[in-house]
C-alpha cells in the first residue's frame, strides 16, 4: 500500500464548479504539500501545511492530522486550473517527502 | 528574483559517460532536493540536504551521488549513467521542510535521456 494516496486519479469539470481532491497518508508527518504541475512540467507550490486551513485566492487546503487526511477545495474552477495536482508529505523525523500518485484536473468551458 | 536555477534544461548522453546536473538557489535556503519524474511512477525523493554538508538519502538514491559545499549549490552527479536514468529531474529548494510555512520551490526541470 503505498504512503500517500489521492483521489480521484482524473476528474473533469464543467467551468464554475466546485472541486475537491483528497490525499490520506500512513505515516508521521512534519508537513503536508499540495503541488500544481501544468502540461509542460513545471511544478509549483500551492500549500505547505501542518494542521487547520490555508486559503490563497480560490484554492483551499485542509488537513485533519488525527484522521491523516486532506483536501485541496478549488472554487469557481477555470480552465487554467486544468493541471495535475500533487500531494507530498515530508515524513516526521526524516525531512524526506514521499509524493502521491497525482489528480490529473481538466476543466472545460 | 528568488529562483532555483537548474542546468542543463535537456540533455542527450550515453551510457558512462559521467554527467552533472547543477541547482542553485538564491535564497538563501537550507533546505534541498533532488527528485525524478517518471510516467506511472510519479515524483520520487533521490537524495536530499539539510544543511552545507548534511545530505541523506531519498527513496532512490542508486545511481546519484550529491554534494552540498555551499548553501546555494546541490549538484546531481550520476558517475556512470544508464538508460533507467532517464527521466524529468527537479531541484527544490525551502527554508525548512518542518511546520507549515516554508513551501518549496522548484527548478524548472531537467530532461535527461541516455542511450
Known amino acids: 500500500k503505498n504512503e500517500v494516496e489521492q483521489s480521484p486519479q482524473n476528474l473533469t469539470a464543467q467551468e464554475g464548479e466546485f472541486i475537491t481532491i483528497n490525499c490520506s497518508y500512513s505515516?508521521?508527518?512534519?508537513?503536508l504539500h499540495w503541488l500544481q504541475q501544468h502540461p509542460g512540467g513545471g511544478i509549483v507550490s500551492l500549500f505547505m501545511?501542518?494542521?487547520g486551513k490555508k486559503k490563497h485566492g480560490r484554492l483551499i487546503a485542509t488537513i485533519n492530522i488525527q484522521e491523516k487526511h486532506s483536501s485541496l477545495h478549488i472554487t469557481a474552477s477555470h480552465p487554467r486550473d486544468s493541471a495535475v495536482y500533487i500531494c507530498?508529505?515530508?515524513?516526521?523525523?526524516?525531512?524526506?517527502?514521499?509524493f502521491g500518485p497525482g489528480t490529473s484536473l481538466s476543466v472545460i468551458p | 528574483e528568488a529562483q532555483v536555477t537548474q542546468n542543463p534544461r535537456y540533455l542527450i548522453t550515453v551510457t558512462g559517460k559521467k554527467l552533472t546536473v547543477t541547482c542553485s538557489q538564491n535564497?538563501?535556503?537550507?533546505?534541498m532536493s533532488w527528485y525524478r519524474q517518471d510516467p506511472g511512477l510519479g515524483l520520487r525523493q533521490i537524495y536530499y540536504?539539510?544543511?552545507?554538508?548534511?545530505?541523506d538519502k531519498g527513496d532512490v538514491p542508486e545511481g546519484y551521488k550529491v554534494s552540498r559545499k555551499e548553501k546555494r549549490n546541490f549538484p546531481l552527479i550520476l558517475e556512470s549513467p544508464s538508460p533507467n536514468q532517464t527521466s524529468l529531474y527537479f531541484c527544490?529548494?525551502?527554508?525548512?521542510?518542518?511546520?507549515?510555512?516554508?513551501?518549496?520551490?522548484f527548478g524548472d526541470g531537467t530532461r535527461l535521456s541516455i542511450l
Open positions: 527544490a529548494s525551502s527554508l525548512s521542510m518542518r511546520g507549515g510555512n516554508q513551501p518549496q520551490h
Open positions: 505515516v508521521g508527518i512534519s508537513a
Open positions: 501545511l501542518s494542521s
Open positions: 507530498a508529505v515530508s515524513k516526521a523525523s526524516y525531512d524526506k517527502v514521499i
Open positions: 535564497m538563501n535556503h537550507e533546505y
Open positions: 540536504s539539510m544543511n552545507v554538508e548534511v545530505t
